[in-house]
T-cell receptor, first 113, second 113 residues
């Protein structure tokens, strides 16, 4: 099976802009989780989607949002970008019905200038 | 609160020695504990996990132990090799029915040849 894929891999944006990142899970996986990875804060949970529904949300401002499509592909959006949003954004997929083996994608490196 | 403490933050061992990384979680309802290995510039990879109904699990040179009473779990790597050098993350779900995975802050393991 193909692994988790994310697009784009690299992105440079300026403050105030918005960005959309995409994640395609492993075939058959219905859960997609999103994480922000920074050197200072480590891996922080953003949100998790299962069958197009958000089941859990982390402690991030409302500028961070996501959605999941019927084919389980997921997108996350960050509006009004700030310098502190520069990070590696990782998505992870799992079956969603078992605890909790998650497999990560390669990530999208977002740089905000 | 939602917290997984991980120690040490850095660990340097001689090739062939053992390495132990420890994590403490706060949610007594947590029942699944994965470990991820992240090499430089790569995605986190699931290397081993343990569920709350067992106290220990082994996979070749890697083992994980769980003490639910103390809310501790540990990763043990025996006969370390230079290719074991990476950042290791522990994680635990927040709540037994939650799909929100909280990660430890990571341990940078260096195996000296």
């Amino acid at each position: 099976k193909a692994g988790v894929t994310q697009t784009p891999r690299y992105l440079i944006k300026t403050r105030g802009q918005q960005v959309t990142l995409s994640c395609s899970p492993i075939s058959g996986h219905r859960s997609v989780s999103w994480y922000q990875q920074t050197p200072g804060q480590g891996l922080q949970f953003l949100f998790e989607y299962f069958s197009e529904t958000q089941r859990n949300k982390g402690n991030f401002p409302g500028r961070f949002s996501g959605r999941q499509f019927s084919n389980s592909r997921s997108e996350m959006n960050v509006s009004t970008l700030e310098l502190g949003d520069s990070a590696l954004y990782l998505c992870a997929s799992s079956l969603g019905t078992d605890l909790y083996e998650q497999y990560f994608g390669p990530g999208t490196r977002l740089t905000v200038t | 609160g939602e917290n997984v403490e991980q120690h040490p933050s850095t660990l340097s061992v001689q090739e062939g020695d053992s390495a132990v990384i420890k994590c403490t979680y706060s949610d007594s309802a947590s029942n699944y504990f994965p470990w991820y290995k992240q090499e430089l510039g790569k995605r986190p990879q699931l290397i081993i996990d343990i569920r709350s109904n067992v106290g220990e699990k082994k996979d070749q040179r890697i083992a994980v132990t769980l003490n639910k009473t103390a809310k501790h779990f540990s990763l043990h790597i025996t006969e370390t090799q230079p290719e074991d050098s990476a950042v290791y993350f522990c994680a635990a779900p927040w709540g037994d029915s939650s799909y929100k995975l909280i990660f430890g802050s990571g341990t940078r393991l260096l195996v000296r040849p």
